[in-house]
């Protein structure tokens, strides 16, 4: 990149009287920083883009300038190109006179050396205002003290003025933002839900006071406990299971365990349901297997007896082939709770039929066991092909195999803040693939906040809400029975279309370097597959009682893509808490070595030298890190002075209030 020629700042006005003659100086500014400003805006979009959160008119030293920014800047809103041509058609016939006319807007592109100089030039138009702003103020704090005022009101006026320039930015710095790459967390799109579903949970989350994500994300997970392992959907090139992975943060004291008994209930309904109607069938298959294992012991002694009788041997093994057959189910259970262990897990798919769920209001238990804290070596098959709809066959010493043909688990549970943290401390999660499976929704806290007199729930809002998952479970459960015609929902041709252009849109968020998406495509490459399946879902909720016999159409999808915008943005603080991308945790690092050393200014080789000995090969290895510091705030880059005819490396100033706000 090639240098800005060094520009000196102007401290006389010849089109105008000096600021504050009190002070006897004029207002600081530098016309040449200014016009290669605009001169570079007009030549690239990307350096506009670059310097506009940095600017605005009121920064500007010249109103002629002021004036031209603002037309640059109304072009571009527009869509339009912001070339000299046009920005003079914007300005108007009747006001290039005011701004030089016409060849003034090309005298502004031939001063810029460089347009990716941009943003250093724009730093210093922001700095120069900063410091006509502590000139003004200085002069009115003058004018103050000439004033015969009564000292209190003297000093209140005082304290504000010392305020307001404190306030703004130092040295032409603007305020610096957290190391994250995830933006402000949305709310949970309550609105999304089916009515009945949403009605409920907003009642729940105003009962309890809590944030309305975390009761909504279990009304999802009751829809997947209903749905999964019983119905899948086509998404043209594939399919999807209709199971989810819902995990809710929320530190101590947020009531998650009240929050998860209501949203939960009508699913332990269900399951007594399903064991009381199941408890004849049981007990009549127990019967014909004691009557088999019977009459096997029988012939086969009858066979032992006179081994030379055909009739006796084949009787002998029809009875224990009869006895292999006789199969007792197991008691019906939807989901386990806080006791859930792997291979308890394990085994309740293969007795569930391949379906069965984890909710509970405290998880941590599960992913610590999976993570290999008893065993000592990480344990999460069950969650990879259970999670995606896959075969599993189940081989233990001493005890019989078991095969499941399509695994479906749902899990749905609350983790302390901690515990989500501490994800990232076994690799195999994140490796394997385990962590691209969650949908993690981090809301904000209430507590603090909280209302001790909410309103009750109005018992209609409960009712339906209990009644209609109940039966959403139990006839969605039929459907999954061995014997059943498996049931696959498809999209309307506008709905499969939006699904294509969805993929379109969110390939580039993949590339390495630009792509917000580009340091977590473990999560971010079966984002589509997650709204899929919300939008199944969505579409079961509203369908109660034959959605599988009509499309999905394009406002449930919609209202999917909806929720997986939510659910992006809260993986990205996820992952940020978690610790998943090396740019931010290399930027981190510089940040607190900076603090530390009192560092003002550093180079990249600095950095390889210092802080990040060893985690880059070579100096381009530290572009992202750098690129994060700068985005936001804590850094800004100043190119050095050619030396040679070959520009050196460029020097990173540190954000003068460093010391003062560690990361």
């Not at 997970?221 to 399919?239: E, I, R, S």
């Amino acid at each position: 990149m090639t240098s800005p020629t060094p520009l000196r700042v102007i401290r006389t006005q010849p089109d105008g009287e000096a600021l504050g003659g009190a002070l006897g100086e004029a207002a600081p500014h530098n016309i040449q920083a200014e016009q290669c400003v605009l001169g570079a805006v007009m030549l690239s979009p990307a350096a506009l883009a670059e310097v506009r959160p940095l600017l605005d008119n009121g920064d500007f030293y010249r109103p002629a300038h002021a004036r031209i920014w603002d037309a640059v800047c109304a072009l571009t809103d527009r869509g339009a190109p912001a070339d000299p041509l046009t920005v003079g058609a914007e300005i108007g016939t009747r006001n290039l006179a005011t701004i030089g006319g016409a060849p003034y807007l090309h005298t502004l592109i031939s001063h810029v050396p460089a347009a990716a100089n941009a943003g250093y030039w724009a730093h210093m138009v922001r700095a120069l205002a900063y410091a006509r702003t502590v000139a003004e103020t200085g002069t009115r704090l003058l004018q103050l003290a000439a004033t015969d005022s009564d000292p209190a009101d003297l000093r209140a006026r005082v304290a504000a003025e010392v305020a307001a320039v404190t306030g703004a930015d130092r040295r032409g710095w603007p305020d610096p933002t957290p190391l994250t790459t995830a933006p402000d967390l949305p709310r949970f799109p309550i609105g999304c839900l089916p009515e009945w579903a949403a009605e409920y949970a907003a009642c729940v989350a105003d009962l309890t006071q809590t944030p309305v994500d975390l009761a909504g994300g279990l009304a999802l997970a009751a829809l997947a406990v209903a749905a999964g392992g019983n119905v899948t959907v086509n998404a043209g090139a594939w399919t999807e299971p209709t199971n989810l992975f819902l995990v809710m943060v929320l530190p101590p004291g947020n009531r998650k365990s009240e929050v998860y008994k209501a949203m939960t209930a009508p699913i332990r309904a269900a399951e007594t349901t399903l064991i009381e109607h199941a408890g004849p069938v049981i007990a009549e298959a127990a019967i014909a297997r004691k009557v088999a294992e019977a009459d096997a012991e029988r012939t086969e002694k009858a066979a032992a007896a006179h081994p030379d009788d055909p009739n006796k041997l084949a009787n002998a093994s029809a009875a224990r082939l009869a006895l292999d057959n006789a199969h007792v189910p197991a008691e019906p259970a939807l989901f386990g709770g806080n006791d859930s262990t792997v291979e308890k897990v394990t085994s309740r798919l293969a007795e569930q039929n391949g379906r069965y769920a984890v909710l509970a209001p405290e998880g941590g238990k599960l992913f610590s066991i999976a993570g290999g804290r008893y065993s000592g070596s990480p344990d999460i098959g069950v969650f990879l092909s259970g999670h995606a709809g896959e075969e599993m066959r189940i081989e233990r010493m001493g005890r019989p195999s078991e095969r499941i043909d399509a695994a479906a688990l749902t899990i749905g549970v609350c983790l302390q803040p901690g515990v989500l943290a501490g994800l990232g401390d076994t690799p195999e999660f994140r490796e394997q693939g385990l962590l691209g499976r969650l949908l993690v929704a981090m809301p904000e806290s209430m507590l603090g906040h909280r209302n001790a007199r909410p309103d009750p729930i109005p018992p209609h809002i409960t009712t339906t809400y209990e009644r209609t998952l109940n039966t959403l479970v139990l006839s969605l459960r039929r459907l999954g029975d061995p014997d059943a015609t498996p049931v696959t929902l498809t999209f309307t041709s506008e709905a499969q279309d939006a699904v294509v252009d969805l993929l379109e849109a969110t390939e580039p968020r993949f590339r390495p370097g630009t792509g917000d998406l580009a340091h977590m495509t473990d999560w971010g490459g079966k984002l589509i597959g997650a709204i899929v399946r919300l939008a199944a879902l969505l579409h079961l909720g509203e369908h109660l009682r034959d959605g599988y016999g009509h499309p999905i159409t394009l406002a449930t999808f919609q209202r999917a893509v909806q929720l997986g915008e939510y659910f992006t943005a809260h993986a990205q603080a996820a992952y940020d808490a978690i610790g998943a991308d090396p740019a931010i945790n290399h930027a981190r690092t510089v940040l607190e070595w900076a603090r530390r050393n009192d560092i003002t200014r550093f180079t990249a080789r600095d950095l390889m030298r210092g802080p990040l000995k060893n985690r880059a090969r070579k100096v381009t290895d530290l572009d992202p890190a750098l690129r994060v510091l700068e985005t936001h705030g804590w850094t800004r880059r100043t190119p050095s002075t050619p030396t040679g005819g070959r520009p050196t490396a460029p020097t990173y100033e540190t954000h003068p209030d460093l010391t003062h706000n560690p990361q």
